[in-house]
Nanobody, 125 residues
Framework: QVQLVESGGGLVQAGDSLRLSCTAS????????MGWFRQAPGKQREFVAT????????TYADAVKGRFTISRDNTKNTVYLQMNSLKPEDTAVYYC??????????????????WGQGTQVTVSS
């Protein structure tokens, strides 16, 4: 069992930056692919970014490519989402997720077994 706790959300203005953190319990963090998803009001949850267990591979949604960076520190059981040049359309609840599937990176919700409770990010125009 893995428990994930996100932090770092808040209210910012368009163009600002924000860094989200997600800390996992347990000793197997380095074996999990980690992902970030988001859900805007009235919309379905969508993929944002994912990074492989070793940290060597990552992929991003087109909407955030070039602005967001996912990283991880396996010594701290923590994954980060650095968000730059934020836009009002980035407003959402952001969730981190952990996948224990064999492989490297995953984009689908169904490929993740563990989820955090979410952290709100609001970007004003």
């Amino acid at each position: 069992q893995v428990q994930l706790v996100e932090s770092g959300g808040g209210l910012v203005q368009a163009g600002d930056s924000l860094r989200l953190s997600c800390t996992a319990s347990g000793r197997a963090f380095s074996s999990y692919s980690m992902g970030w998803f988001r859900q805007a009001p009235g919309k379905q949850r969508e993929f944002v970014a994912t990074r492989s267990p070793s940290g060597g591979l990552a992929t991003y949604a087109d909407a955030v490519k070039g602005r967001f960076t996912i990283s991880r520190d396996n010594t701290k059981n923590t994954v980060y989402l650095q968000m730059n040049s934020l836009k009002p359309e980035d407003t959402a609840v952001y969730y981190c997720a952990a996948s224990n599937r064999v492989g490297s990176i995953y984009r689908l919700e169904s490929q993740y077994a563990y989820w955090g409770q979410g952290t709100q990010v609001t970007v004003s125009s």
